[in-house]
């Protein structure tokens, strides 16, 4: 498919097929609006559009433009896995107004990992890697540090058995940094490869969507956390992760607010919440939102060059290179590659289908470690074939390989439905891609 565009008075080309992208002016613009029908040919055609016209023809004679889709192949796992997420905590000490995980109980009772089960989830994920000699962990809850005795242990535990192994762990925690005294900061510091904060953006902002269960602002004691993780983190990957709702639809200014904090490794999201929801996104406010885009793209593009540099991470998007095909097609590799372990012991596709019975793929309970787990092949299944050519809405989508169809719990959630995309997130993803697209050729320029 091919789409041409315009972002920051500025006209831009891609051939989602080819992966070719184009830096174009409105004669070029104009043309491929003739060439895909979007606007019927006129009678006169001004002699820019003409030539515009012959050298878009001379690109599609080369297979760079308006290349027809490759017949689509099967998705496939060996059945191996190579990431897990811990649901280490299904406690959380804040009150997050638009929580998937009700406030990280996940719908059942609060409740923490004990050792045993972490222990046995790495053991898991060791004799279910195959020959994969890189694992991945991924400290999550609730938040993971209300249990954090039970995290340093995990990690003890696993860098002994991979060395046992001969494998190797990266160490993930997704935390709000409420409770993180200096020797948990040195620690996660020290042994996680990457460390997610969740900072909303301003303060007002942060302080609505993420209170205290007793009400309180919570903004400045994260902000005192993050930045004293921040001081001490060097290099080493981090990102302060937002989100942003119905209620600060001016996000834009959120991600700049983060950066002024002192921050450089930044990602908004947007909520995705039931229409009823007060914080939910709904197509109204979808203008509104393709034109926060556009400011953060023209600011980015200006702070890059100063001492206020940054990533937004939705718009560092690899055009030449990215992801090997099956990413592109799959995404996530949720219930294959990639599962979920919740405090009792149960598996699932990803953590948020946690408390989900529908979809349990196993039980850490009562396994003997002598053999592998008999996961439910039917789940495995019905995730593995979930890709962007299983979508009928994906297929005439210029993004469809920068969202692969979106978030299969997303898609479940709203839609009921694992390979129904939600459609204000498709609006979304179709601009961000777009101004992804943009700073990406400008900053070049």
Sequence with gaps: MVHSFKVLDEYFLIDSESGSVFHIDRAAHDAVQIMTGNVPSPKEISQDIKEALEELQALKNQGI????MPEPEPV?????????????????NLACKYCFAEQGTYGGKAADMSFEIAAKAVDFLIMHSGKRKSLEVDFFGGEPMLNFDVVKNTVEYAKIQAQKAHKTFRFTITTNGMICDDEQINYINENMSNIVISIDGRAEVHNNARPYKGGQASFNNVLKYAKKLRNIRGDKDYYIRGTYTAQNLDFSQDVLSINDSGFDQISIEPVVLPNGHIMAIKQEHIQKIHAEYELLAEEYLKRRKTDKWFNFFHYMINFEGGPCEKKRVSA?????????????GLIYPCHQFVGNSDFVLGDLNNWDKLSKISLNQDIRQKFQGCNIHTKPKCKDCFAKYYCSGGCAANN?????????????????IKKRTECAMAVNILEKN
């Design 65 to 68: 433009l308006f290349c027809e």
């Design 332 to 344: 996530c590799s949720a219930g294959n590659e990639y599962v979920a372990i919740a405090p009792d």
């Design 76 to 92: 496939t796992y060996n059945g191996d896995i190579k990431s897990m997420c811990l649901n280490i905590s299904h406690r959380c």
């Design 412 to 428: 479940y959630n709203l839609n009921n439905d694992i390979n129904t995309p939600v459609d204000v997130m498709c609006d979304i």
